[in-house]
């Protein structure tokens, strides 16, 4: 009874060691890669939701979560799902960004065959889900103010004040209140996305793949600011 006892411990903590180690190799291997790809359609998605397609302000969307049902499974399922999931993520990266010398000349074969190896960010947290809500609610009161050009998109991913002339003087406290929330939900959405992902160091670049994204999905006519900060009319 003492060596069942024993060996059982031992296949427990052997789990756990092997679990650690995998984690270790994950994240030395995950944090040479930032998948700009997988962010620029994850930016794309969300900007849509907020914005529509052509400006205006879309429903709000339904939160989709599976917290419950993988918290109901037992600590070996969860154990081995973990380990797969490393596996997966590993075996992700390294067929992301393999070297050079073993790829060889690039095919357009391969190169579509490690997109598909890409996984895609995980945007559904509840965190993140609340935060799009929030904007998506703003957006309506904001867009005169884009389409009026008193308003635009920053280099830096935020909303900038433009030409506050262009609106009624009344109207000035209330547009700085709305863009100060709208800064304030952007800044935790790029934060919000690197977290739930693993990798809080991401938030820079996730911040500055969305810049770029806001300003390629912005309808005709509205104002943003260049790499120089100049002003310019889409």
Request: with cysteine; net charge positive.
């Amino acid at each position: 009874m003492h060596t069942l006892k024993i060996n059982k411990l031992a296949g427990r903590k052997s789990i756990t060691l092997v679990i650690s180690a995998l984690l270790t190799i994950s994240c030395t291997t995950n944090k040479r890669y930032f998948p700009a790809t997988s962010t620029e359609r994850a930016a794309d998605r969300i900007i849509e939701q907020i914005i529509g397609e052509d400006g205006q302000a879309s429903a709000p969307s339904e939160r989709t979560r599976h917290d419950d049902k993988y918290l109901s499974w037992s600590p070996d399922k969860q154990a081995v799902q973990i380990v797969i999931a490393i596996l997966g993520m590993i075996s992700a990266e390294t067929h992301a960004a393999p070297p050079a010398s073993i790829l060889g000349p690039p095919t357009l074969h391969r190169a579509t065959q490690n997109r598909s190896r890409v996984p895609e960010l995980d945007i559904s947290s509840p965190a993140v889900t609340e935060i799009l809500s929030s904007m998506q609610q703003r957006h309506g009161r904001l867009l005169k103010h884009y389409k009026s050009g008193a308003i635009g998109y920053g280099s830096d991913g935020f909303v900038v004040v433009r030409d506050l002339g262009i609106i009624n003087v009344k109207q000035h406290r209330e547009l700085e209140q709305l863009i100060a929330e709208e800064n304030r939900d952007r800044d935790e959405l790029y934060r919000e996305i690197a977290v739930a992902n693993g990798y809080p160091e991401w938030q820079a670049q996730v911040r500055d793949t969305f810049s770029r994204r806001w300003v390629a999905k912005a309808p005709p006519g509205w104002y943003y600011q260049n790499r120089s900060g100049i002003w310019e009319k889409k």
